[in-house]
């Protein structure tokens, strides 16, 4: 099929349509498809029909060679994502839904993060939050979050002196070593990534000196301007902790 170059928006939409109302995963109304001659998946099905009907009346089945899309021609064969591996072969019973077959989703990769919720007190007493900005570029991309470091392999049982030697930054060493304190763990899962964050809470109310805020794009936030923030589900499961 050829797209309107000038308006390939209604191309784009037109598919969306026919995907949702007529070509749908379960029970789709094949009679109703306006462009079912081109399709692989219900010419397959009319022939199979064809062949058990000339089987019924003692006719052999012909014996035609499946002709190949350009497409396919340009690749090895069974590496389209959308077509049948050879290990999952055409299921009569299934029909058309044999098409699009779902690409196997990837087991998520585990990681773990040490983050800090560093806390001290504002005008009438209420808590104000450290909060950094992710860089501009990866996951979660510009967000902003307590100060947290990856973990690399190893570093899990040095979780504290890592977490101690990223704060560095901002609160100074001596600060953290002595004062950090472990207060819990939170899953989250992304599409990709099941990730554990290992919690720590650090009281700055005396030692608002030591604070530095040169270091990457930092501020102090209350508990409602946290909220309003750019700030990841994550982020507000540790807060919750």
């Known amino acids: 099929m050829l797209v309107d170059p000038a308006h390939p928006g209604d191309f784009n939409q037109a598919m969306m349509e026919l995907g949702a ?10 009679m109703e498809c306006p462009v079912r001659q081109h399709c692989r ?3 397959k099905v009319e022939k199979e029909l064809e062949d058990s009907a000339k089987r019924l009346i003692g006719r052999p089945a012909s014996k035609c060679s499946w002709v190949l ?3 396919e021609c340009a690749t090895p064969a069974g590496s389209c994502s959308l077509c049948l591996p050879p290990s999952e072969p055409w299921d009569p019973g299934l029909g058309v839904a044999n098409f699009p077959r779902k690409a196997a989703k990837k087991q998520p990769r585990i990681e773990s993060t040490a ?5 001290r007190k504002c005008h009438e007493d209420k808590p104000e939050y450290f909060i950094v900005q992710r860089p501009s570029t990866g ?13 690399g392999p190893g570093q899990e049982k040095q979780q504290k002196a890592t977490m101690a030697s990223h704060l560095r930054a901002w609160v100074g060493s001596d600060v953290a070593v002595a004062h950090l ?10 599409s990709h990534i099941r990730q554990t964050y290992t919690i720590y809470y650090l009281n ?14 930092c501020r102090w936030v209350t508990k409602e301007e946290f909220q309003n923030s750019a700030i990841s589900t994550a982020m507000k499961k540790v807060l919750r902790i």
């Open 21 to 30: 109302t007529v070509c749908t995963p379960r029970a789709p109304l094949c």
């Open 41 to 43: 998946a219900y010419c």
């Open 69 to 71: 899309d350009v497409e």
């Open 115 to 119: 983050t800090c919720v560093l806390q």
């Open 139 to 151: 996951l979660l991309a510009g967000l902003w979050e307590f100060p947290s470091i990856v973990l």
């Open 181 to 190: 304190q472990h207060i819990g763990e939170v899953l989250h899962i992304f």
């Open 204 to 217: 700055m109310d005396n030692y608002e000196e030591n604070c530095k805020m040169e270091a990457a794009p």
